[in-house]
C-alpha cells in the first residue's frame, strides 16, 4: 500500500486549504483513514479519522474547523481545514489501518502505512 498526500501550502490565518491523500495498491473502504499532523520539535499528533463504520472523528482543537471526507471510488480521503491558525503549522501525514478499537484510533503506532506528509504553514 503507498500513500500520497498533496495540497499543503502557506495560507494566511484565517485561511482554508484542503489536503489530500490517495491510497494505491489496496481498496481502502474498509480500513480506518486518517490524519496526524507534527509540528516541529512535537511528537506526531491525531487530528482526524473515518473509522470503519464511517464515523468521521476529530480531536477537540480543529472540531468546527476541520472536515475529513473520502471518495471510495478514487481511494482518497480530504482534509478540509478552515479558519486556520498559526498553532495549525505543522506537516500532516495521511495514515491507515485496519480494523482498530475505538481507543486505538488516537495513536500513530497503530498505523502501519504512511503517506510521505505534506507541509501547512499558517503565517499570522
Known amino acids: 500500500v503507498q500513500l500520497q498526500a498533496s495540497g499543503g501550502g502557506l495560507v494566511q490565518a484565517g485561511g482554508s486549504l484542503r489536503v489530500s491523500c490517495a491510497a494505491y495498491g489496496r481498496t481502502f473502504s474498509s480500513y480506518v483513514m486518517g490524519w496526524f499532523r507534527q509540528a516541529p520539535g512535537k511528537e506526531r499528533e491525531f487530528v482526524a479519522v473515518?473509522?470503519?463504520?464511517?464515523?468521521?472523528v476529530y480531536r477537540d482543537s480543529v472540531k468546527g474547523r476541520f472536515t475529513i471526507s473520502r471518495d471510495n471510488t478514487k481511494n482518497t480521503v480530504y482534509l478540509q481545514v478552515s479558519s486556520l491558525e498559526p498553532e495549525d503549522t505543522a506537516v500532516y501525514y495521511c495514515?491507515?489501518?485496519?480494523?482498530?478499537?475505538?481507543?486505538?484510533?488516537?495513536?500513530?503506532?497503530?498505523?502501519?502505512?504512511w503517506g510521505q506528509g505534506t507541509q501547512v504553514t499558517v503565517s499570522s
Open positions: 495514515a491507515l489501518a485496519g480494523p482498530l478499537i475505538s481507543s486505538a484510533i488516537y495513536s500513530p503506532t497503530s498505523y502501519p502505512y
Open positions: 473515518f473509522t470503519r463504520s464511517g464515523n468521521a
